[in-house]
Protein backbone atom coordinates (compact mmCIF):
# COMPACT_ATOMS: atom_id res chain seq x y z
CA UNK A 1 0.00 0.00 0.00
CA UNK A 2 1.41 3.17 -1.30
CA UNK A 3 0.38 6.88 -0.53
CA UNK A 4 0.98 9.76 -2.82
CA UNK A 5 1.04 12.76 -0.59
CA UNK A 6 1.06 15.66 -3.28
CA UNK A 7 -0.34 15.14 -6.80
CA UNK A 8 -2.48 17.65 -9.06
CA UNK A 9 -5.03 14.97 -11.18
CA UNK A 10 -6.33 18.30 -12.75
CA UNK A 11 -3.03 18.87 -14.64
CA UNK A 12 -2.12 15.40 -15.09
CA UNK A 13 -5.33 15.24 -17.00
CA UNK A 14 -4.23 18.25 -19.58
CA UNK A 15 -2.52 15.10 -21.04
CA UNK A 16 -5.35 13.32 -23.75
CA UNK A 17 -4.02 9.92 -22.34
CA UNK A 18 -4.43 11.00 -18.72
CA UNK A 19 -8.31 10.72 -18.35
CA UNK A 20 -10.06 10.48 -14.84
CA UNK A 21 -10.72 6.74 -15.34
CA UNK A 22 -6.95 6.08 -16.39
CA UNK A 23 -5.58 8.07 -13.09
CA UNK A 24 -7.69 6.27 -11.20
CA UNK A 25 -6.86 2.76 -12.45
CA UNK A 26 -3.27 3.55 -11.91
CA UNK A 27 -4.10 4.11 -8.36
CA UNK A 28 -6.16 0.88 -7.73
CA UNK A 29 -4.06 -1.16 -9.92
CA UNK A 30 -0.70 -0.20 -8.13
CA UNK A 31 -1.81 -0.29 -4.54
CA UNK A 32 -1.85 2.91 -3.82
CA UNK A 33 -4.80 3.78 -1.34
CA UNK A 34 -4.45 7.35 -0.50
CA UNK A 35 -3.63 10.42 -3.24
CA UNK A 36 -4.20 14.46 -2.67
CA UNK A 37 -5.43 16.41 -5.11
CA UNK A 38 -3.71 19.85 -4.62
CA UNK A 39 -5.03 23.16 -5.56
CA UNK A 40 -3.34 26.00 -6.68
CA UNK A 41 -5.33 28.70 -7.99
CA UNK A 42 -8.98 29.38 -6.81
CA UNK A 43 -10.23 28.13 -10.67
CA UNK A 44 -9.50 24.97 -9.26
CA UNK A 45 -11.36 24.80 -5.94
CA UNK A 46 -14.73 23.54 -7.35
CA UNK A 47 -13.23 20.57 -9.32
CA UNK A 48 -10.74 19.77 -6.70
CA UNK A 49 -13.81 19.44 -4.21
CA UNK A 50 -16.03 17.28 -6.25
CA UNK A 51 -12.66 15.19 -7.94
CA UNK A 52 -12.09 14.07 -3.96
CA UNK A 53 -15.95 13.27 -3.37
CA UNK A 54 -16.41 11.48 -6.60
CA UNK A 55 -13.44 9.06 -5.70
CA UNK A 56 -13.09 9.41 -1.65
CA UNK A 57 -13.67 5.38 -1.79
CA UNK A 58 -10.30 5.52 -3.29
CA UNK A 59 -8.85 7.29 -0.51
CA UNK A 60 -8.09 11.00 -2.72
CA UNK A 61 -8.26 13.77 -0.43
CA UNK A 62 -7.77 17.39 -1.50
CA UNK A 63 -6.64 20.66 -0.69
CA UNK A 64 -7.73 24.19 -1.23
CA UNK A 65 -4.76 26.98 -1.50
CA UNK A 66 -3.10 29.42 -3.39
CA UNK A 67 0.35 29.05 -5.12
CA UNK A 68 3.24 31.27 -5.07
CA UNK A 69 2.83 31.98 -8.54
CA UNK A 70 -1.03 32.38 -8.41
CA UNK A 71 -2.49 35.83 -8.58
CA UNK A 72 -3.83 36.01 -4.97
CA UNK A 73 -5.77 39.65 -4.39
CA UNK A 74 -7.89 40.20 -1.38
CA UNK A 75 -11.15 38.85 -3.18
CA UNK A 76 -9.20 35.58 -3.92
CA UNK A 77 -8.59 35.33 -0.41
CA UNK A 78 -11.44 36.19 0.73
CA UNK A 79 -13.02 33.58 -1.07
CA UNK A 80 -10.66 31.07 -0.21
CA UNK A 81 -11.15 31.55 3.95
CA UNK A 82 -15.27 31.56 2.76
CA UNK A 83 -14.63 28.10 1.17
CA UNK A 84 -13.17 26.20 3.87
CA UNK A 85 -15.19 27.83 6.38
CA UNK A 86 -17.85 26.07 4.76
CA UNK A 87 -16.53 23.21 4.08
CA UNK A 88 -15.23 22.73 7.48
CA UNK A 89 -18.78 22.68 8.58
CA UNK A 90 -19.94 20.58 6.14
CA UNK A 91 -20.02 16.20 5.13
CA UNK A 92 -17.03 17.24 3.31
CA UNK A 93 -14.85 17.88 5.96
CA UNK A 94 -12.58 14.55 6.01
CA UNK A 95 -12.22 15.16 2.39
CA UNK A 96 -10.12 18.24 2.57
CA UNK A 97 -6.54 17.45 3.71
CA UNK A 98 -4.90 21.00 3.95
CA UNK A 99 -4.26 24.50 3.12
CA UNK A 100 -2.08 25.30 0.15
CA UNK A 101 0.17 24.35 -1.49
CA UNK A 102 0.96 28.19 -0.19
CA UNK A 103 4.31 29.67 0.17
CA UNK A 104 6.84 31.32 -1.75
CA UNK A 105 8.49 31.21 -5.25
CA UNK A 106 11.29 33.52 -6.21
CA UNK A 107 12.51 31.56 -9.25
CA UNK A 108 9.25 32.05 -11.74
CA UNK A 109 8.41 35.55 -9.70
CA UNK A 110 4.89 35.29 -11.59
CA UNK A 111 3.81 37.42 -8.62
CA UNK A 112 5.54 40.76 -6.66
CA UNK A 113 6.96 39.20 -3.70
CA UNK A 114 4.74 41.37 -1.26
CA UNK A 115 1.47 39.55 -3.07
CA UNK A 116 3.30 36.17 -2.10
CA UNK A 117 4.18 37.00 1.52
CA UNK A 118 0.66 38.27 2.08
CA UNK A 119 -0.83 35.01 0.37
CA UNK A 120 1.25 32.88 2.75
CA UNK A 121 0.80 34.40 5.91
CA UNK A 122 -3.15 34.25 4.90
CA UNK A 123 -3.25 30.58 4.30
CA UNK A 124 -1.23 30.09 7.24
CA UNK A 125 -3.57 31.80 9.53
CA UNK A 126 -6.70 29.63 8.07
CA UNK A 127 -4.45 26.83 8.80
CA UNK A 128 -3.86 27.65 12.07
CA UNK A 129 -7.66 28.29 12.73
CA UNK A 130 -8.92 25.21 11.25
CA UNK A 131 -6.22 22.94 12.37
CA UNK A 132 -5.34 21.87 9.20
CA UNK A 133 -1.82 20.60 7.67
CA UNK A 134 0.18 23.60 5.93
CA UNK A 135 1.51 22.63 2.46
CA UNK A 136 4.09 24.57 1.61
CA UNK A 137 5.97 25.42 -1.79
CA UNK A 138 9.54 27.41 -1.64
CA UNK A 139 11.99 27.89 -4.99
CA UNK A 140 14.58 29.73 -4.21
CA UNK A 141 12.93 31.67 -1.51
CA UNK A 142 13.83 28.95 1.90
CA UNK A 143 15.22 31.42 3.96
CA UNK A 144 12.70 34.25 3.67
CA UNK A 145 9.77 30.75 3.80
CA UNK A 146 10.95 29.79 6.98
CA UNK A 147 11.29 33.07 8.47
CA UNK A 148 7.77 33.44 7.74
CA UNK A 149 6.81 30.10 8.99
CA UNK A 150 8.64 30.94 12.44
CA UNK A 151 7.03 34.39 13.05
CA UNK A 152 3.72 32.93 12.19
CA UNK A 153 4.77 28.93 13.58
CA UNK A 154 1.63 27.06 11.82
CA UNK A 155 0.80 23.61 14.02
CA UNK A 156 1.53 21.58 11.36
CA UNK A 157 2.45 21.19 7.93
CA UNK A 158 4.71 19.62 4.75
CA UNK A 159 7.75 21.10 2.81
CA UNK A 160 6.56 19.25 -0.13
CA UNK A 161 8.94 18.60 -2.64
CA UNK A 162 12.00 19.36 -0.47
CA UNK A 163 15.03 20.91 -2.06
CA UNK A 164 17.01 22.02 0.97
CA UNK A 165 20.12 20.68 2.63
CA UNK A 166 20.57 19.52 6.35
CA UNK A 167 20.27 23.01 7.59
CA UNK A 168 17.39 23.90 6.25
CA UNK A 169 16.03 20.64 6.87
CA UNK A 170 16.64 20.92 10.62
CA UNK A 171 14.89 24.12 10.61
CA UNK A 172 11.94 22.66 9.09
CA UNK A 173 11.69 19.37 11.34
CA UNK A 174 12.06 22.41 14.15
CA UNK A 175 9.11 23.66 13.02
CA UNK A 176 7.43 20.12 13.89
CA UNK A 177 6.79 19.84 9.81
CA UNK A 178 7.01 16.55 8.07
CA UNK A 179 9.24 17.06 4.83
CA UNK A 180 7.86 14.86 1.49
CA UNK A 181 10.51 14.74 -1.27
CA UNK A 182 9.77 13.77 -5.17
CA UNK A 183 10.93 12.17 -7.82
CA UNK A 184 13.62 15.01 -8.16
CA UNK A 185 15.45 12.61 -5.45
CA UNK A 186 16.28 10.15 -7.60
CA UNK A 187 18.23 12.24 -10.04
CA UNK A 188 22.08 10.98 -10.04
CA UNK A 189 23.20 14.39 -9.49
CA UNK A 190 20.76 15.23 -6.63
CA UNK A 191 23.22 14.37 -3.90
CA UNK A 192 22.64 16.68 -1.26
CA UNK A 193 18.82 15.90 -1.57
CA UNK A 194 19.70 12.18 -1.15
CA UNK A 195 21.71 13.28 2.12
CA UNK A 196 19.10 14.74 3.40
CA UNK A 197 16.84 12.01 2.90
CA UNK A 198 18.97 9.85 4.94
CA UNK A 199 18.82 12.33 7.76
CA UNK A 200 15.25 13.13 7.94
CA UNK A 201 13.61 11.01 11.01
CA UNK A 202 11.58 8.36 9.55
CA UNK A 203 8.25 9.39 11.43
CA UNK A 204 8.69 12.58 9.71
CA UNK A 205 8.73 11.70 6.10
CA UNK A 206 6.58 11.79 3.30
CA UNK A 207 6.52 10.54 -0.53
CA UNK A 208 4.90 12.66 -2.92
CA UNK A 209 5.14 12.42 -7.49
CA UNK A 210 4.20 16.47 -7.89
CA UNK A 211 2.52 15.00 -10.88
CA UNK A 212 2.79 15.36 -13.61
CA UNK A 213 5.83 17.24 -13.13
CA UNK A 214 9.55 15.65 -11.95
CA UNK A 215 8.77 12.02 -12.64
CA UNK A 216 11.35 9.61 -11.01
CA UNK A 217 14.33 7.28 -12.54
CA UNK A 218 13.50 5.07 -14.47
CA UNK A 219 11.19 7.24 -16.04
CA UNK A 220 12.76 10.79 -15.78
CA UNK A 221 11.57 13.07 -19.12
CA UNK A 222 7.93 11.63 -19.00
CA UNK A 223 5.14 13.21 -17.77
CA UNK A 224 4.73 11.99 -14.48
CA UNK A 225 1.92 10.21 -12.54
CA UNK A 226 0.48 9.58 -9.16
CA UNK A 227 1.09 5.24 -9.66
CA UNK A 228 4.71 6.00 -10.77
CA UNK A 229 5.34 7.16 -6.67
CA UNK A 230 6.23 3.66 -6.28
CA UNK A 231 9.27 3.72 -8.13
CA UNK A 232 9.95 6.39 -4.91
CA UNK A 233 9.43 4.20 -2.30
CA UNK A 234 11.93 1.61 -3.80
CA UNK A 235 14.89 4.12 -4.05
CA UNK A 236 14.28 5.66 -0.46
CA UNK A 237 14.11 1.87 0.45
CA UNK A 238 17.42 1.19 -0.99
CA UNK A 239 19.21 4.35 0.01
CA UNK A 240 17.83 4.33 3.54
CA UNK A 241 18.73 0.51 3.63
CA UNK A 242 15.27 -0.59 4.90
CA UNK A 243 12.87 -2.86 4.09
CA UNK A 244 9.57 -1.53 1.61
CA UNK A 245 7.37 -2.99 3.99
CA UNK A 246 8.76 -0.90 7.08
CA UNK A 247 8.78 2.31 5.05
CA UNK A 248 5.38 2.16 3.68
CA UNK A 249 4.10 1.03 7.31
CA UNK A 250 5.52 4.60 8.63
CA UNK A 251 4.80 6.96 5.63
CA UNK A 252 0.93 5.13 6.21
CA UNK A 253 1.10 6.17 9.71
CA UNK A 254 2.77 9.60 9.15
CA UNK A 255 0.10 10.57 6.31
CA UNK A 256 -2.62 8.93 8.40
CA UNK A 257 -1.65 11.33 11.87
CA UNK A 258 -2.14 14.51 9.56
CA UNK A 259 -5.55 13.60 8.57
CA UNK A 260 -6.35 13.64 12.69
CA UNK A 261 -8.49 16.42 13.42
Known amino acids: MYIDSHTHFDLCMENAESTED ?22 GFQWSLEFARRHQEQGIFFTLGIH ?9 LKYLSGLVD ?16 AGLDYYRMR ?14 TLSKIWNLPLIVHTRDAM ?3 LLILKKNTPAR ?23 SFAGNLTYKNAKTLQDVATYVPLNRLLLETDAPF ?18 LYDFIAELRNISLATLKEQILTNFTALTER
Do not use: W
Request: with cysteine.
Open 86 to 101: TIMNSADSSLLFGIGE
Open 157 to 179: GIMHCFSGNREAAREVLDLGFHI
Open 22 to 43: ALISGLTDNDIIHSVQISIDVS
Open 214 to 231: LAPVPLRGKRNRPEYVIH
Open 143 to 145: EDT
Open 111 to 124: QPKSMQKKSFETQI
Open 68 to 76: PSSHAHDEN
